[in-house]
């Protein structure tokens, strides 16, 4: 199935395939054109298969590429992954600082929570008449 908005001729790089890969899938779903819905089930089943097919293997590509200019990148400038490295540590320590914090905040919460049952059970149990005391209850 032919994308109109593609432009002629070899794309250029692999996400530019990628890409077209992508919106031949989502075509047959968008499309307003009527004869696109008159094909057969069995037609638009094994096309919608092919493009989902070669999406993914685009997609697959893609991913190798990028890993293939990670590893150039790293095997070139080392420092830069040991700054990345040292990028997501420190952000992981201010997630997990935050987490204790939060912690600490629902600690406090609950402990006064406590300490104001406890002074209510307090109240209630000065406040209670003694029954030792020779008062007789009816």
């Not at 008159?38 to 890993?67: G, V």
Request: aromatic content about 6%; some cysteine.
């Amino acid at each position: 199935m032919l994308n109109p908005l593609r432009p002629t001729g070899k794309p250029a790089t692999i996400i530019d395939e990628f890409e077209i890969a992508f919106q031949d899938c989502i075509m047959p779903l968008v499309t307003e054109d009527v004869a696109v819905g008159l094909t057969y089930q069995d037609e638009q089943k094994t096309t919608s298969e092919f493009l989902t097919k070669n999406f993914i293997e685009l997609s697959r590509r893609t991913e190798a590429y990028f890993l293939k200019q990670k590893a150039l990148l790293a095997h070139k400038h080392p420092e830069l992954v040991l700054q990345e490295e040292v990028d997501e540590l420190e952000l992981e320590l201010k997630r997990k600082d935050d987490v204790i914090n939060s912690h600490y905040a629902r600690l406090k919460q609950w402990q006064n929570t406590l300490k104001d049952m406890k002074s209510v059970e307090h109240r209630l149990i000065s406040n209670q008449p003694q029954h030792g005391s020779g008062q007789v209850h009816k």
